[in-house]
């Protein structure tokens, strides 16, 4: 299907989904950003499945909620600062015994549409929390999880990491940053057992969204998404066997893993035409080997 950004979309089916990782019930898991919104509903819907949640929020009370409900347990950790992190594994290996699940969710935006109002101190949190929080993420949590045999670690990128968003362009690029780390990360990680996959929601109705606009969005008839159904992709992404993958998930359609379109590569004598070198294509990219 054309897509207006350039790529195209796939549906569902061509997802791959091999996979030890579908029975989920044992497996333990975090979830940043766990409080609120969609990290609350991927918190209720793992715990239904039988999975053992340590929810990370800064909102130290509403996280402790979160956990209650699911006789899990929660921790208060600010996932920008990596001295967080080193804790939050702690505390993992102490009450989980490990991590097999990472749902890395906690994000933020400036709610800036002018560069020229973004403060220092804005852009500086805004990438801590959205970009700094997901690399320290997976950066403490990959020796974990491989030292257990493997995991899956999903991201919350948006749909503004797939096409441009002139409403908020800095969170638009912390977005774009997540597509570009999980496209990347499963050369390395796959030979550990690890997937990695980005969801890239639609407007959905959280608290993210309050404010002036809210009723803007409300009022002009675009679908929100509830914040169970990205939950149910997240926890499809965990137990299906894709990785490498950015997940498009829209009110009212299947989750749907983005096709990006090809770059252009260079012209060379007696090459494969218009495949850039090995190193610089996506791994669902490298073409066969003759
Ligand atoms: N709501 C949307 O329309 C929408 C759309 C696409 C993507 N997203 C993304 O989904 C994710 C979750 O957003 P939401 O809509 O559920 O928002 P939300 O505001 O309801 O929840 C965000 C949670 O993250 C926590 N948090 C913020 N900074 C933190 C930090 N430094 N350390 C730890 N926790 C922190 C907050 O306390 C809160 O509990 C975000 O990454 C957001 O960018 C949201």
């Known amino acids: 299907m054309p897509d207006p950004s350039g790529g195209s979309v796939s549906g569902a089916n061509d997802l791959e989904r091999p996979g030890p990782m579908r029975d989920l019930a044992g497996r333990s898991a975090i979830v940043t950003g766990g409080a609120s919104g969609i990290g609350l509903a991927t918190v209720r819907l793992l715990g239904a499945r039988g999975v053992r949640v340590l929810v990370v929020d800064l909102d130290e009370d509403g996280a402790r909620r979160a956990a209650e409900e699911v006789g899990g347990w929660s921790i208060r950790a600010d996932v920008s600062r990596s001295s967080e992190w080193a804790k939050v594994v702690t505390v993992a290996k102490e009450l989980l015994g490990g991590l097999d699940l990472a749902h890395l969710n906690a994000g933020v935006t400036t709610g800036e549409a002018e560069l020229a109002m973004v403060s220092d101190e804005a852009y500086r949190r805004i990438m801590g929390v959205n970009v700094d929080g997901v690399v320290f993420g997976i950066r403490a949590l990959v020796p974990v999880m491989s030292a257990g045999g493997g995991g899956a670690i ?7 990491g797939l096409v441009a968003f002139g409403g908020d362009p800095i969170y638009t690029l912390t977005k774009h940053a997540l597509i570009g780390l999980v496209r990347s990360l499963p050369p390395q990680l796959s030979p550990m057992g690890i997937s990695v996959n980005a969801l890239c929601p639609g407007l959905v109705n959280t608290p993210l969204l309050d404010g002036p606009s809210r009723e803007l969005l409300e ?11 990205v939950a149910a992709a997240v926890v499809a992404c965990m137990a299906g066997g894709q990785t490498g993958q ?12 983005y096709r990006f379109s090809r770059a252009p ?3 060379t004598d007696g090459g494969s035409p218009g495949l850039p070198p090995g190193p610089l294509l996506a791994h669902d ?3 066969p080997t003759p």
């Open 154 to 160: 999903v991201v919350t990128a948006s749909l503004a």
């Open 219 to 229: 009022g002009s008839g675009f679908p929100l998404i509830a914040p169970e159904e």
């Open 246 to 257: 950015a997940v498009v998930v829209q009110a009212g359609i299947e989750p749907t893993a």
């Open 265 to 267: 590569g260079p012209r």
């Open 285 to 287: 990219q490298v073409p």
